[in-house]
């Protein structure tokens, strides 16, 4: 089955500008995680969706959203960006907590 | 607060075991995902544990004491595929999985 997909690969903006990521989960998982995973902190959460609904959130400042539409796909929004928004998003899904979280291959975003 | 700690390398020979440890301090815990992830790819995952106890998986097990909020990952008859970074984190409530910053495995022959 496919796993879980990411959109776009790599992207590059400048200061100022606001991005959207898409993520499609694995057919049938209903939770959806956002990460993001710089050299220097690590891979950090910023929030999960199920069922549409945010059900827990990182401490990200405001400019970063998402959302979550009925058939599991997720989209995080980053506005007003930073030089130090650049990192790599990964995106997980899952089914249940014991399977683990399938993660994408990520979105690299660059701001200059 | 949140901490989770684990060593930020170690080298090993191929054919060898090797454990590498994660020490974790969450708000609230419910279970230990151990991960791996190559240079430039995704993170993989490898296993769970949320009770006390060894999980085997063929080469790989792990293993989780609550009690004292520690974990290990032992990898059996290294290969030189294994090297990678090896992430530990800790479920909190909510589905929150807060990541170690990893620890580098080299293999070498």
């Known amino acids: 089955k496919a796993g879980v997909t990411q959109t776009p690969r790599y992207l590059i903006k400048t200061r100022g500008q606001q991005v959207t990521l898409s993520c499609s989960p694995i057919s049938g998982h209903r939770s959806v995680s956002w990460y993001q995973q710089t050299p220097g902190q690590g891979l950090q959460f910023l929030f999960e969706?199920?069922?549409?609904?945010?059900?827990n959130k990182g401490n990200f400042p405001g400019r970063f959203s998402g959302r979550q539409f009925s058939n599991s796909r997720s989209e995080m929004n980053v506005s007003t960006l930073e030089l130090g928004d650049s990192a790599l998003y990964l995106c997980?899904?899952?089914?249940?907590?014991?399977?683990?979280?399938?993660f994408g291959s990520g979105t690299r975003l660059t701001v200059v | 607060g949140q901490n989770i700690d684990q060593p930020t390398e170690m080298t090993a020979t191929e054919g060898a075991i090797v454990q590498i440890n994660c020490t974790y301090q969450t708000s609230g815990f419910n279970g230990l995902f151990w991960y791996q992830q190559h240079a430039g790819e995704a993170p993989t995952f490898l296993s769970y544990n949320v009770l006390d106890g060894l999980e085997e998986k063929g080469r790989f097990s792990s293993f989780l004491s609550r009690s004292k909020g520690y974990s290990y990952l032992l990898l059996k008859e290294l290969q030189m595929k294994d090297s990678a970074s090896y992430l530990c984190a800790a479920m909190e409530y909510g589905n929150k999985l807060v990541f170690g910053a990893g620890t580098i495995l080299r293999v070498k022959s």
């Open positions: 969706y199920f069922s549409e609904t945010q059900r």
């Open positions: 997980a899904s899952s089914l249940a907590s014991r399977g683990g979280y399938t």
